[in-house]
């Protein structure tokens, strides 16, 4: 079931960001839609920064069932939440949200989980040893906290060493796992040859970003370092094409987008959908972006 199609019976999600043409997660969850057969729909729904609460309102009321949240309103949808999953009160932000019949807003978070379900799905083990995460964001806070429960040791990077430094205090209160550890900005690339993943939850390098550059140079990294990159379009970013040419094993963004999609469609339409080479080649067949 697509736009085209709509009924007064037909269940409805979408995803909240600002902004939001750029997502290919209409295209994922629509697809997932039309393979089960579901009378679904999901669909963009741009909201300005400022506006969140005013739009979770007027969206529950009007019977959607729920939505994904992206940039920049992962933190805020984690404050508007009235149940909040272990998940999200871990890493503090919140991706997926469910209107309950309660009338409560229940927040989860499927972004850590989505990226170490990308990494096994990639023949890579998340907990096989220290990682460097770059960036502090919704995303950060998310694939931290899952690789710190998975008992690995996270350093973590920002530009703006203050915001790392308050996500580094928030899993060392909440995490159950070894505290991550702080780095600056300007050590990341020394700290490599400690590290067995780097992952960049970073914009730069993006489509579109004013930043169309590698987050790291990778002069000092080690031959065993995996390269992790949730920014998805273009599917092989400047940090991920370095790598390639240093002989580094990748993992690129699209497989987390498909993975962490999953906890939310099951939410909200009831079934489990699958993530699969088709899959891969229809979300991931031209320029987007990484929400």
């Known amino acids: 079931m697509t736009s085209r199609g709509l009924r007064g019976t037909t269940r409805l999600a979408g995803l909240v960001g600002w902004p939001v043409a750029h997502s290919r997660s209409p295209r994922l969850h629509n697809e997932w839609l039309r393979r089960y057969g579901i009378d679904g729909a999901y669909v963009p729904l741009p909201v ?20 994904n949240v992206t940039i920049p309103h992962k933190l805020e ?14 890493c503090g932000s919140v991706n997926t949200l469910r209107f309950a019949p309660d009338g409560s807003i229940v927040g989860d978070s499927s972004d850590g989980q989505g990226f170490v379900d990308s990494v096994r799905a990639a023949g890579v083990d998340p907990s096989r040893g220290p990682a460097l995460v770059l960036g502090a964001g919704g995303a950060a806070r998310a694939i931290a906290a899952a690789l710190q429960a998975a008992r690995v040791q996270v350093h973590l990077a920002n530009r703006t060493r203050a915001r790392a430094e308050e996500l580094a205090e928030l899993l ?3 995490g159950d796992g070894p505290s991550p550890r702080v780095l600056d900005w300007g050590d990341r690339e020394a700290a490599l040859g400690d590290q ?15 930043e169309a550059r590698s987050p790291c140079r990778l002069d000092q990294a080690p031959t065993g370092l995996v390269v992790c990159d949730i920014v998805y379009a273009p599917r092989v970013t400047p940090l991920l094409a370095e790598a390639g040419a240093r002989g580094l094993r990748t ?5 987390m987008l498909l993975h ?18 088709a899959l891969f080649d229809l979300v991931g067949n031209d320029e987007g972006g990484t929400g």
Do not use: C, H, K, Y
């Not at 300005?48 to 939505?67: D, I, T, W």
């Open 48 to 67: 300005p920064p400022g506006r969140l609460e005013v739009a979770l309102r007027g969206l529950q009321a009007s019977g959607f069932a729920g939505v």
């Open 172 to 174: 060392a209160e909440g």
């Open 77 to 90: 949808a984690f404050r508007l939440s009235d149940v909040l999953s272990d998940a999200a009160r871990r």
């Open 196 to 210: 067995a993943l780097l992952v960049n939850t970073t914009s730069i390098g993006m489509t579109g970003a004013s």
């Open 251 to 255: 993992v690129e963004g699209l497989g």
């Open 260 to 277: 962490q999609a999953r906890a939310g469609f099951a939410d909200w339409f009831g079934v489990d959908p699958a993530v699969d080479a």
